[in-house]
């Protein structure tokens, strides 16, 4: 299947956290078209897994729901930053924890369909608490639960968030490979 081409990318806005282009492609049949994209710095996540078996879990609000949602703890790659820095990074700033085994685990584009953001999914073992140091603008409270309480609570919709649920439903079919690593 021949690929589109890339033909401009205009800018529509910059803001602090939303990078709106618009690209002209030219397709395989000689037609242009214009795409919308948000354009994003990637982001890493963390599945953070204390000594007792349980996963650290962060609830804070997101403004797209205006509600509290609970989530595993990630945060927006810095300019140039290694997605296992960014990790260990938000791992400390949002639950207070720090881990002596971060593991790559997968990555995935969050909303391909309008937006490049890549998402890193790691998962941490040998925490030791510590204490959180949030953005000004983060209200978080940290929760610990065990996987299949947090399963059962994807499919009665009380996890909404899709990075925590494509996460923790790999985690639950792949976790045997990140016991006693």
């Not at 609830?59 to 790659?77: C, F, K």
Request: net charge negative.
């Amino acid at each position: 299947m021949e690929k589109m081409i890339q033909i401009d990318r205009r800018e529509v806005y910059n803001g602090k956290r939303v990078h709106l282009v618009i690209d002209k492609l030219k397709t395989p049949d000689d037609k242009y078209v214009d795409w919308e994209l948000i354009v994003h710095p990637g982001a890493a996540a963390v599945i953070p897994i204390d000594n007792d078996g349980k996963i650290i879990m962060v609830r804070q609000y997101r403004n797209a729901v205006d509600d509290y949602v609970l989530e595993i703890p990630a945060g927006i790659l810095e300019d140039g930053e290694d997605p296992k820095l960014c990790a260990y990074r938000e791992l400390q700033e949002e639950t207070g924890y720090r881990s002596d085994n971060m593991q790559y685990f997968y990555k995935f584009y969050s909303c391909i369909g309008i937006c490049d953001e890549v998402i890193h999914i790691f998962v941490a073992n040998g925490l030791s608490k510590g204490k959180q140091n949030l953005d000004e603008d983060e209200y978080v409270t940290v929760e610990k639960y065990d996987l299949d309480t947090l399963i059962n609570m994807i499919f009665k919709g009380e996890i909404v968030d899709n990075k925590t649920i494509s996460a923790l439903l790999a985690f639950k079919n792949q976790h045997s490979r990140f016991i006693n690593a």
